[in-house]
């Protein structure tokens, strides 16, 4: 006799797998703050330059001259150089403070005078500032190669020269002023010793701010 036919058992339902939605994590939440801030700061930046269009200062080097001039057999120098560094400021809505100004005048990259007592001075909005600077040699000791390339420059007639400027400033827009930041301006005129006569000639200067 046959054994009886046991029907398959059925199978169980497969599960159903749900898909549920990430919690929105806190790191992508402030990534998305700070690019949006971004932007809008980036916005705003570029709106102000519009309105205010910023152009940069203009300095050169005028009427540079020397008197007292002496540079003994020993190298020791002594004079007095004077120039007006004219300032030129094309801003539309920008002013200026002056806050600290320092010069030194410096001879193939020694220094030879420095002076931190100019006055410090506010410049209205397009506007052309002379100042007039004194650098005062008193006995200066100059290297040998150095006191050498001087004289052969001053039996030439003209020297040229390194007139180095630092100064803090601030912005002025309305009533809105700047923190204090850093100019540095170089120019190199020639001094003339004929006769201790002024050079006239304008010596453009180059400026980072």
């Given at each position: 006799?046959?054994?009886?036919?046991?029907?398959?058992?059925?199978?169980?339902?497969?599960?159903?797998?749900?898909?549920t939605?990430?919690?929105?994590?806190?790191c992508r939440?402030?990534a998305?703050?700070l690019?949006?801030?971004?932007?809008?700061?980036?916005?705003?930046?570029?709106?102000?330059?519009?309105?205010?269009?910023?152009?940069?200062?203009?300095?050169?080097?005028?009427?540079s001259?020397?008197?007292?001039?002496?540079?003994?057999?020993?190298?020791?120098l002594?004079?007095n150089?004077?120039f007006?560094?004219?300032?030129?400021n094309?801003?539309?809505?920008?002013?200026?403070y002056?806050d600290?100004?320092?010069?030194?005048?410096i001879?193939?990259?020694q220094?030879?005078?420095?002076?931190?007592?100019?006055?410090?001075?506010?410049?209205?909005?397009?506007?052309?500032t002379h100042?007039?600077v004194?650098?005062?040699?008193?006995d200066?000791?100059?290297?040998k190669?150095i006191?050498?390339?001087f004289?052969t420059?001053?039996?030439?007639?003209?020297v040229?020269?390194?007139?180095?400027?630092?100064?803090?400033?601030?912005?002025?827009?309305?009533?809105?002023?700047?923190?204090?930041?850093?100019?540095k301006?170089?120019?190199?005129?020639t001094v003339n010793?004929?006769?201790?006569?002024?050079?006239?000639?304008?010596?453009?200067?180059?400026?980072?701010?």
């Amino acid at each position: 006799m046959a054994p009886p036919v046991v029907p398959p058992r059925p199978q169980p339902p497969t599960p159903r797998v749900v898909k549920t939605r990430q919690p929105f994590s806190l790191c992508r939440c402030i990534a998305i703050s700070l690019l949006t801030l971004l932007i809008i700061v980036g916005i705003v930046v570029l709106i102000i330059w519009l309105v205010l269009k910023p152009h940069k200062m203009v300095y050169s080097i005028e009427n540079s001259s020397i008197h007292d001039y002496n540079l003994t057999n020993s190298n020791h120098l002594n004079a007095n150089f004077n120039f007006t560094l004219r300032a030129y400021n094309p801003n539309k809505r920008i002013s200026i403070y002056y806050d600290y100004i320092e010069v030194k005048l410096i001879f193939n990259s020694q220094q030879i005078a420095f002076n931190n007592i100019v006055e410090p001075f506010y410049q209205p909005r397009r506007n052309v500032t002379h100042l007039n600077v004194s650098l005062l040699t008193n006995d200066v000791v100059l290297y040998k190669d150095i006191a050498r390339d001087f004289k052969t420059q001053r039996s030439g007639g003209d020297v040229e020269v390194e007139v180095k400027i630092r100064a803090k400033i601030r912005f002025k827009v309305g009533a809105w002023k700047s923190n204090h930041r850093k100019l540095k301006i170089l120019c190199t005129p020639t001094v003339n010793f004929s006769n201790s006569r002024k050079n006239s000639k304008s010596f453009p200067c180059d400026v980072d701010v």
